[in-house]
């Protein structure tokens, strides 16, 4: 049993440190891994949840090591788990998040973010505790993600490389969104400037569809003031299981995990998919509509703008600076997996796997070996 665990959580590229951080007083029950930091200190959040386990925790740190890899951050992965109802009176919330931050303060190679459970208000106590904390309101000068639209502008950085791998042009290109949040909302706005089209829109109440073009900041301004899709006048309202469906050039789903699987990746028209969403397509759908002929990267390629204004807030950088380095650096990544995908024959996630795994390998080659 001892000797699986050792497997369970350790392979050829970490975790460096698990560190059980347990405060019977308050009682704070927290679990921090740091997996690999060969390319840089580690960024990954601090997720609050009643059910959360070391392995969780763990797979959550190694999934960032590849986000951060495969978006060229010079960050390893790394996430913190708090055992803890989300819904606790907001003192308690700050008790726990203090507590956690003058924990880690001497573990100077994780960099906490907000994750489920966890908000810009969390970061800011962290930060006020031990001085590292990203995402924090502006006010205290951090970067406000979902504010500025940041993985947003990155689906539509993306949405050039892959139109022109395609040769299809944007300007008069059809979208479907489905989520229409902060993500959803942001991507609508960045496509509009290329040209895109937006005719097909859902959130957890509905979706609808005007195959003229809905107005993007009609749209907003509806959901802005606490409305739903549905209040939108003028679209005709559809069934959201159809939305994959429609005729379209680009989807984004922006909501959910697995809504994309074998079960319904026939029905897509797009030429296009942009993962807003983290696992928005199961595996096995992805490499159907790869075969299909259908272009989609994978989600930590395309929807890195976030964690990539994340490392830019760090380096205490600027709102300009941030969106030139997720232009920058979406453009290259993209370029990048589209060219190991024809030179090497593979799948997008072989390919950008293999871009991610290369570059935290270069990483391990420069570390002290003896
Ligand atoms: P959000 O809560 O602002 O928006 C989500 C939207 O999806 C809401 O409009 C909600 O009504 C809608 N929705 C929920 N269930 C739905 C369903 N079944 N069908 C249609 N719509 C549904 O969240 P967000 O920040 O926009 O994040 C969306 C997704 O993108 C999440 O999976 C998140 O993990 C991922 N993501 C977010 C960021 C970021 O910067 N916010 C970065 C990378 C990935």
Redesign the pocket.
């Known amino acids: 049993m001892a000797e699986d665990l050792w497997k369970q959580f350790a392979d050829d590229w970490g975790p460096e440190k698990i560190i059980h951080i347990y405060e019977p007083r308050l009682p704070l029950r927290a679990i921090v891994v740091i997996d690999n930091t060969a390319l840089g200190p580690a960024i990954g959040g601090i997720r609050l949840a009643p059910r959360i386990t070391p392995e969780e925790v763990f797979r959550l740190a190694r999934t960032m090591t590849w986000k951060n890899a495969a978006a060229g951050l010079a960050h390893g992965g790394g996430k913190a788990g708090i055992l803890a109802d989300p819904s606790l009176p907001r003192i308690e919330k700050e008790r726990l998040l203090r507590a956690l931050a003058r924990a880690i303060a001497d573990l100077k190679d994780y960099i906490p973010g907000p994750d489920m459970g966890t908000d810009e208000a969390s970061m800011a106590f962290i930060y006020d505790e031990n001085g590292r904390a990203t995402g924090r309101p502006k006010v205290t000068g951090g970067i406000p993600?979902?504010e500025l639209g940041?993985?947003g502008f990155g689906l539509a950085v993306a949405a050039e490389q892959m139109a022109g791998h395609l040769g299809m042009s944007l300007v008069g290109a059809r979208v479907a969104i489905?989520?229409?949040?902060?993500?959803?909302k942001a991507a609508a706005r960045f496509l509009e400037k290329s040209g895109v089209v937006l005719v097909a829109a859902?959130?957890?109440?509905g979706?609808i569809y005007q195959p003229r073009g809905l107005n993007v900041a009609h749209l907003t301004a509806i959901?802005e003031k606490g409305g739903r899709v549905l209040d939108y006048p003028e679209a005709k309202a559809v069934d959201?299981a159809v939305l994959f469906g429609l005729p379209c050039d680009i989807l984004v789903p922006?909501?959910?995990?697995d809504?994309i699987t074998p079960a319904n990746a026939s029905q897509v028209q797009a030429k296009m998919i942009l993962q807003?969403?983290?696992i928005p397509i199961t595996p096995d759908a992805e490499r159907l509509l790869h075969e299909r002929g259908v272009l989609t990267l994978p989600?930590f390629i395309v929807?890195a703008?976030?964690v990539i204004a994340t490392s830019i807030e760090y380096r205490q950088g600027t709102v300009p600076q941030a969106f030139a380095a997720i232009q920058e650096k979406i453009r290259e990544n993209c370029q990048a997996v589209l060219r190991l995908m024809r030179e090497k024959n593979l799948y997008p996630r072989e390919a950008a796997l293999h871009l991610a795994q290369s570059r935290v390998r270069e990483g391990m080659s420069y570390r002290r070996r003896f």
């Open positions: 993600l979902d940041a993985t489905q989520g229409f949040g902060n993500v959803g859902s959130d957890s109440t979706a959901k959201p922006a909501a959910q995990p809504v807003g969403a983290n989600d929807n703008g976030g």
